[in-house]
């Protein structure tokens, strides 16, 4: 059974982008505000969260807080285009365990969830070996 994760955006492109990103990996559900987000957290139990924190409506951090009062062993990580360190400081005392600003590398987003849910790594293409000429 493949790991839930959660992508809480209101920009349905990045949304799209991070399913397309993460997919092949996990089972990926998607929320565009924070009453749809808590919705979904409540019926699926995913064990992850990307979590925009500007959205119209209910914050992210409102968001974070209902979340992790409702379930406290859910790994949430915020998403931002805000580089505010008080932003970001409330949401890690919230219990947020990331808080990663826009744009990002997709890479680091596959890694960072497969590393905070446990998921087995990936298999590499890499060869084990190199030439240098």
């Not at 996990?26 to 925009?52: M, Q, T, W, Y």
């Not at 970001?88 to 849910?117: H, Q």
């Amino acid at each position: 059974m493949p790991v839930k994760i959660l992508v809480v955006d209101d920009d349905a492109d990045l949304r799209i982008s991070l399913a397309a990103v993460l997919s092949p990996r996990f089972e990926v559900l998607e929320a565009s505000n924070g009453e749809e987000a808590l919705a979904v957290l409540k019926r699926e139990r995913p064990c992850l969260a990307l979590l925009d924190v500007s959205m119209p409506g209910m914050s992210g951090l409102e968001v974070l807080a209902a979340a992790k009062a409702a379930d406290p062993a859910l790994v949430v990580v915020m998403l931002t285009s805000q580089q505010d360190i008080e932003i970001a400081s409330k949401a890690l005392n919230l219990g947020a365990s990331e808080y990663v600003t826009k744009p990002f590398d997709a890479d680091y987003i596959r890694a960072e969830v497969a590393r905070l849910t446990g998921a087995p790594e990936e298999p590499s293409n890499e060869k084990p070996w190199r030439v240098v000429l």
